[in-house]
């Protein structure tokens, strides 16, 4: 069956030729073993999965498995929260590149509590803490969890409950980092049922194929395009893809900016979600992390395809 075209692009063929291309590299990066379950993955698995706007879709690989979003959760996290309390979440929590590691607790300390964009583990706690306002935790995690569902447009969706687990029993330093913000006065609710919504959140599993299409209102100036419900203003869509730009790949966000020119967003389950505004929603997947805790495949995956297709927003 012929692959899906946008702009003359054959895009089953693209996808097909990258991921046939990249194949050899399989296994390469070193799985986020400071989470049990996480450590249990298997690194020798890669998807890749693509949305346009006209609902064609090209995948290859693992592109039907589902892995552990992780901080992919934050993009929609953030969505939700601006839904409910808009620009004024933006005096809780900065839209600067944080040049450090995701799980640094330096840059509080220096700056009051106040963390420097929602995408670092410590802006997302404060994110979840303003999603969670009038809330209690299981309806916090419950919305949520509905969001994405609604978003892939797939009811199957769900919570892996033992990662979950696993953060819970090992995330004392996002605990550290939830009692550090908490006596600059920088959450509302307890610390622990804060990071209880976060470690959720953060545990839902999605395969590349979900993924994509749940990140495609990003690509279509904040509408679901096949739809035709708006998700959100096309003014607050260019805004999230400008912070996935600059700060979705934690320290490594200016280099995959130079390298691939693609808004994006990484988590350590070793998913990547990528927006190519106009064109497509990308996911790729391959559970090796590179030492910034990005997917080095899936890094090198959306370098090949963005030189392929011209999809770079620099041109």
């Known amino acids: 069956m012929a692959g899906p075209k946008a702009s003359g692009l054959d895009l089953g063929r693209i996808v097909s030729e990258v991921h046939d291309e990249l194949a050899t590299r399989i296994g390469e990066g070193t799985v986020a073993d400071y989470i049990p379950e996480l450590a249990r993955v298997d690194p020798r698995q890669f998807g890749i999965a693509l949305v346009t706007p006209e609902g064609e879709v090209a995948a290859a690989g693992d592109a039907d498995r589902p892995f552990s979003i992780q901080s992919i959760s934050k993009v929609f996290l953030l969505t939700l929260a601006l839904g409910r309390v808009g620009e004024s979440l933006w005096t809780r929590v900065g839209r600067e590149p944080s040049g450090s590691p995701f799980n640094s607790i330096v840059q509080l300390e220096h700056e009051a509590g106040r ?4 995408f670092i583990n410590a802006g997302a706690i404060v994110v979840t803490d303003v999603a969670m306002a009038g809330h209690s935790p299981r309806e916090a995690i419950g919305e949520i969890l509905r969001f994405m569902r ?3 447009d797939d009811d199957d969706i769900a919570i892996d409950r033992a990662v979950a687990a696993s953060e819970l029993d090992t995330g004392a330093r996002n605990q550290a980092l939830g009692w550090f913000m908490r006596s600059f006065g920088r959450l509302d609710h307890e610390v622990e049922k804060v990071l209880g919504v976060y470690f959720h959140h953060c545990a839902i599993a999605m395969s590349c194929r979900q993924m994509a299409r749940a990140g495609l209102f990003l690509a279509a100036s904040g509408r679901d395009p096949l739809r035709g419900h708006s998700v959100v203003r096309p003014a607050r869509a260019r805004r999230i893809n400008a912070l996935m730009l600059t700060c979705g790949l934690y320290d490594a966000s200016g280099d995959f900016a130079y390298r691939v020119g693609l ?17 497509a929603s990308i996911c790729v997947w391959a559970p090796g992390l590179d030492a910034f805790g990005n997917s080095r495949l899936g890094g090198l995956t959306l370098e090949a395809l963005a030189r392929r297709t011209g999809w770079s927003v620099f041109g």
């Not at 070793?270 to 106009?278: D, E, N, Q, S, T």
């Open 115 to 118: 963390p420097r964009n929602p």
């Open 263 to 279: 808004p994006a967003k990484s988590g350590v389950g070793g998913g990547i979600l990528a927006v190519a505004p106009g064109q």
């Open 150 to 152: 609604y978003l892939a």
